[in-house]
C-alpha cells in the first residue's frame, strides 16, 4: 500500500510530524517497509538570483556567474558564490535553482564539490530539470519567474515536498487498504481528526439506457449487488496536475482523467470501480457465468479464456470483463469517448480469488476484492465517482441502475472492559476503551459493540480487545512474573519419559552430533526398506509424495538429510534425532527412539594419520553412552537378532534378556546405495522406554563405591573353532563369578594359516584378560586359583575350546 502524505492529510486533519506518523503506522500494525522524502534528496536545492553573468574569460561556451543564495532560507543572511556555468539561457537577473557546494545531484549521482574550470574558480551549480530528475529536460538551466521567493527550498516552491509512504498491511485488515482506513486508524491513535466524508446522492436527469442484470445462480453470493449509471457527454482529458503527481509518487502511470479516477478512489478509499465505453456496450450488462470456449483481451493486453463458471460481466453479445479482476480492452475508455457507464459492485472474495489465481491474473482490484471490500459503499462509491467525473470530465448523469441488494454484515458481540486487562494485561480506563472503539468505526449499544462494515476481520469479543490494545499501543506492556500457582518451590512436572528424552538429546549433543528435527512422514520406498510403508501408516491426504507414510524408524530420515549435505559438499557427517516411530496407525502403536549415524570418517585429514573412516565399535560406544545416560544396566547381553537394514555380519543389538535396548552397526550397503549415499554408514537406534525404570526413586545420583583393594588381572589363551565368536567367551567368562569378576575384554586373536599349523586346522587362539575386584580382602593364591579355574571350565564348556598351553 503506497500513498503520499498530503493524500493522508486529504483525509486527516493533523500537524504530526512524518516520523511520527510512521512510528504511529508500525506501532498500529502497519508496518511501513519505506519512504520516499523528496526532502532527503532535493532539500539541499534553494531559489537563488544570478546578478551578474558575464563571458567566461578562457571559454567561449561558458559563462562566469555572481549568485546571490541564503544558505540558511530566506531568514538568514544573502552570501555571494561564483559558478561558472554552461547553459545557454545563464544570464543576469536570472532566478533559478542553485545546489551548494556538497550537495548530492541526483541527476547524475555526483556529490558537488569545489571545482577550477578552465582557470577559475566554480563553487556549486545552478540545476536543470534533469539534474533534479523532474523530467528530461536539459536545454538550459531552470528560470524561474522573477517574484520567486529567494532562499526558499524549490521542493517546497514547486509543491514537490511530498514524501511516499510504502506500507506492508497484513491480510486481515482490507480496510487498511484505502488511505481513508489508515487517516482512521491515526486519528484514533490520536494523531489528528479524520475529517468528515460527505457524499451527495446525485439525482439522475434522466433514464440510464443500459439495463444490469445478475445471473440467479451468482446473486446469492458470488455477486450479490452490482450498481451503476451512464455519465454522457464528457470530456476524458488528462487528469489534474495534482492527481497525476499522486499516482506517479507511488507508482501508477496517469492514462486519461477517468482512469486515474478509478485508480484514485481504488487507493483513497478501497474502492475498485471501472469505466466502460457506453459507446461499445450492445443492449443490457449481464452479470453471468463464462461460457464455453469464452476469451477476451484485458486491459494488460493478455487474452484470457475464463474457465466456464468464473464471473464475467457481458453485454448481449461477448464478455467485457473479469467481475471483479480487470476489465476488458475492447470496451475501455479512450480520448475520443464521450458516454461512459460507471460501475461500481460487490464480488465476493473467494470467487474472486479463485478466479485470479486460475487465470493468473494481478491486479489492484482483485487483490482487494479477495481481501474483502466495505459492502455498503457501494452505492455511495459509485456517487463519489460520479461527482468527480463530473467535476473533471463535465457531463450529464443517468439515474443509478442495480441489480441485488448488500450483503447484511451486521453482527454485535459483548463488550466488557475487564477483559483487556485479563487478556492483554494494560490497564485502560472503560472510558478510554469506549472512546478508541467509536473512534474505529464500532457502534455501542451498553454492552453491545457491533463493528463496522469495513471491518470483516473482527469476529469476536477477543477482537475487541485487540482494536483497543493495538491503538493504546502493545508497545506499553510492562512484563510481569507469573504468580506462582503454589508456594514454595515447584514440583517437578516432566515425566520420566521426558527425563530420559533430555538425557538422551544433551549426550547425543556431548558426543558431538548435530540434532536434526525430520519430518514424522517420509516416502513409501523409504518406510519399506526400513520394515514399514503398510497401508497401516499411510497418510490418506499426504502433503507430498515424499510424505505419504508414517516412518517406522529415525534412521531413514537421518540418511536422507546426510545425502542432502552430501550432495552440497559435507562428507564426514554425524546427525542425531530423538522422536517418535511408527509401528501402526492405531494409538499406542507409537515409540520413542534415539539414533544416530556417523557418515565418513571420524576426523579430517592431518599429518599424523588420525583420520580413518568409522566403524562398528564408533556406534557401539555412542550407542552404550546413550544407555549408560538413560540408566541402563553396565552388564546387557550383545547378540545379532539385527533387523534387515543393518549389514548382517557387521551388527549387533545390546538386550536384556528378550528386551532390545539398542541396535548398531553398519547400515546394510544396499540401503546405503538406495539412499544414494557414498562411504561407509554406521548407525544406531536407542529404544529409551526399553530401558529398565530404577527399583528406586531418588534425585540424588547413587553413592560413588570405591574399593580400597588392589585388583587382580589375569590372561586366559583359549583354543577354539575359527567359527566361534569371542563374545561367547567374553559372556562365560563374566559369568563365572559375578561377584569378584569386574571386566572381561578380549585383547588377542590369533587366526590364520599360522595358527592352524601350530594349533590344527580349523582353529584359532583368543586371549582374555580378567580383572578381579576383591571387596572385603585382598584375595590369596588359593582363591585366585579358584576362581581361575571356574573361568576356564565356563569358557571350555561355552566354546568347546581348551586351554592354550
Known amino acids: 500500500m503506497k500513498f503520499t502524505l498530503s493524500w493522508l492529510k486529504d483525509h486527516l486533519d493533523t500537524s504530526a510530524a512524518l516520523d511520527d506518523i510512521l512510528y504511529a503506522l508500525t506501532d498500529l500494525g502497519h508496518e511501513v517497509e519505506g519512504v520516499e522524502n523528496p526532502a532527503d534528496t532535493l532539500g539541499a536545492f534553494r531559489i537563488c538570483r544570478v546578478i551578474e553573468a558575464v563571458q567566461h574569460p578562457n571559454a567561449d561556451r561558458l559563462r562566469l556567474c555572481r549568485v546571490e543564495t541564503y544558505p540558511d532560507g530566506p531568514d538568514g543572511a544573502p552570501q555571494e558564490v561564483q559558478v561558472v556555468c554552461g547553459a545557454h539561457n545563464a544570464r543576469t537577473g536570472l532566478v533559478g535553482v542553485f545546489a551548494p557546494v556538497g ?71 482490507p480496510d487498511a487498504l484505502g488511505v481513508r482506513g489508515l487517516a482512521r486508524d491515526l486519528a484514533a491513535r490520536g494523531l489528528g481528526t479524520l475529517k468528515p466524508m460527505e457524499i451527495a446522492e446525485i439525482k439522475g436527469s434522466f433514464p440510464c439506457p443500459i439495463r444490469v442484470e445478475i445471473h440467479p445462480d451468482l446473486k446469492s453470493k458470488a455477486a450479490p449487488h452490482f450498481t451503476g449509471r451512464l455519465i454522457r457527454g464528457v470530456k476524458n482529458g488528462p487528469s489534474p496536475a495534482w492527481m497525476q503527481a499522486r499516482l506517479r509518487a507511488i507508482g501508477l502511470r496517469p492514462i486519461s482523467a477517468l482512469v486515474d479516477i478509478t485508480n484514485y478512489f481504488t487507493i483513497g478509499l478501497n474502492r475498485p470501480l471501472h469505466v466502460f465505453d457506453a459507446a461499445k456496450i450492445t443492449g443490457a450488462l449481464h452479470i453471468r457465468p463464462s461460457q464455453n470456449d469464452e476469451t477476451l483481451t484485458a486491459l494488460d493486453g493478455k487474452t484470457y479464456a475464463p474457465l466456464p463458471g468464473q464471473m464475467v460481466i457481458a453485454d448481449d453479445q461477448h464478455a467485457l470483463s473479469i467481475a471483479g479482476i480487470m476489465g476488458g480492452e475492447p470496451s475501455g475508455v479512450t480520448q475520443d469517448t464521450t458516454d461512459v457507464f460507471v460501475e461500481s459492485a460487490w464480488w465476493d472474495p473467494i470467487t474472486v480469488a479463485a478466479t485470479g489465481r486460475a487465470l493468473k491474473i494481478n491486479s489492484d482490484a482483485r487483490y482487494r476484492f479477495e481481501r474483502g471490500v ?30 441485488g441488494a448488500p450483503i447484511d454484515t451486521t453482527r454485535q458481540y459483548t463488550f466488557d472492559a475487564g477483559r483487556t486487562g485479563s487478556l492483554v494485561g494494560m490497564d485502560i480506563p472503560e472510558a478510554t476503551q469506549r472512546e478508541t472503539l467509536c473512534a474505529l468505526g464500532f457502534t455501542l449499544d451498553g454492552t453491545r459493540a457491533t463493528p463496522p462494515t469495513w471491518r470483516p476481520d473482527v469476529q469476536g469479543e477477543a477482537d475487541l480487545v485487540e482494536e483497543i490494545a493495538r491503538v493504546a499501543s502493545l508497545s506499553k506492556l510492562v512484563g510481569k512474573p507469573l504468580a506462582r500457582s503454589q508456594p514454595g518451590v515447584p514440583a517437578p512436572i516432566l515425566t520420566a519419559a521426558q527425563i530420559r528424552e533430555r ?80 509401528s501402526g496407525g492405531e494409538p499406542g502403536e507409537q515409540h520413542t527412539q534415539a539414533a544416530g549415524i556417523l557418515v565418513g570418517h571420524v576426523a579430517p585429514r592431518d599429518p599424523f594419520g588420525s583420520r580413518r573412516p568409522v566403524d562398528i565399535y564408533d ?64 548407525g544406531f537406534t536407542v529404544y529409551p522406554a526399553s530401558v529398565p525404570q530404577p527399583k528406586t ?72 584378560t580378567v580383572r578381579l575386584q576383591p571387596t572385603i580382602a585382598t584375595l590369596t593364591d588359593k582363591e585366585i586359583e579358584a576362581v581361575s579355574a571356574k573361568i576356564i571350565e565356563k569358557v571350555c564348556k561355552a566354546t568347546g575350546g581348551t586351554l592354550r598351553g
Open 697 to 768: 526413586k531418588t534425585s540424588m545420583r547413587p553413592a560413588l563405591i570405591l574399593s580400597d583393594l588392589q585388583a587382580v588381572d589375569r590372561d586366559f589363551a583359549f583354543v577354539v573353532d575359527t567359527g566361534v565368536e569371542a563374545l561367547t567367551a567374553l559372556n562365560a567368562a563374566q559369568g563365572a563369578d559375578k561377584a569378584l569378576i569386574g571386566s572381561v575384554r578380549l585383547f588377542d586373536q590369533f587366526i590364520g594359516e599360522k595358527a592352524e599349523s601350530q594349533m590344527g586346522a580349523g582353529k584359532k587362539s583368543i586371549a582374555l
Open 503 to 582: 538425557a538422551a538429546r544433551r549426550t547425543l549433543a556431548a558426543l558431538g552430533y548435530n540434532e536434526c528435527v525430520t519430518y514424522s512422514f517420509i516416502d513409501h520406498l523409504s518406510a519399506s526398506l526400513f520394515g514399514g510403508g503398510t497401508d497401516a501408516v499411510r497418510v490418506d491426504n499426504p502433503i507430498s509424495s515424499e510424505m505419504s507414510h508414517l516412518r517406522p524408524d529415525l534412521l531413514p530420515g537421518l540418511l536422507r538429510a546426510a545425502a542432502r549435505n552430501q550432495a552440497r559438499g559435507f562428507m564426514d557427517l554425524s546427525l542425531a534425532e530423538v522422536g517418535p516411530a511408527f
Open 103 to 173: 550537495t548530492h545531484v541526483p541527476g547524475t549521482g555526483v556529490d558537488l564539490k569545489p571545482g577550477n574550470i578552465r582557470g577559475v574558480d566554480s563553487n556549486g551549480m545552478l540545476c536543470s530539470e534533469r539534474e533534479l530528475m523532474l523530467s528530461d529536460d536539459h536545454d538550459g538551466i531552470i528560470d524561474l519567474p522573477s517574484d520567486a521567493p529567494l532562499g526558499v527550498r524549490f521542493i517546497d516552491y514547486r509543491g514537490l515536498n511530498d514524501p511516499m509512504i510504502y506500507v506492508k498491511i497484513t491480510p486481515n485488515r
Open 374 to 403: 466495505d459492502p455498503a459503499f457501494t452505492l455511495p462509491g459509485l456517487q463519489a465517482a460520479s461527482q468527480m467525473i463530473l467535476d473533471l470530465c463535465g457531463g450529464e448523469a443517468s439515474e443509478v441502475v442495480s441489480d
Open 619 to 682: 556406534a557401539k560406544a555412542d550407542a552404550e553412552a546413550v544407555l549408560a545416560a538413560l540408566g541402563a544396566p553396565a552388564r546387557a547381553q550383545i547378540n545379532r537378532k539385527v533387523p534387515a537394514w543393518f549389514h548382517p555380519g557387521r551388527a549387533g543389538t545390546i538386550a536384556l534378556g528378550p528386551n532390545t535396548l539398542a541396535t548398531y552397526g553398519e547400515i546394510h550397503p544396499r540401503i546405503v546405495a538406495e539412499m544414494d549415499l557414498k562411504g561407509p554408514v554406521m
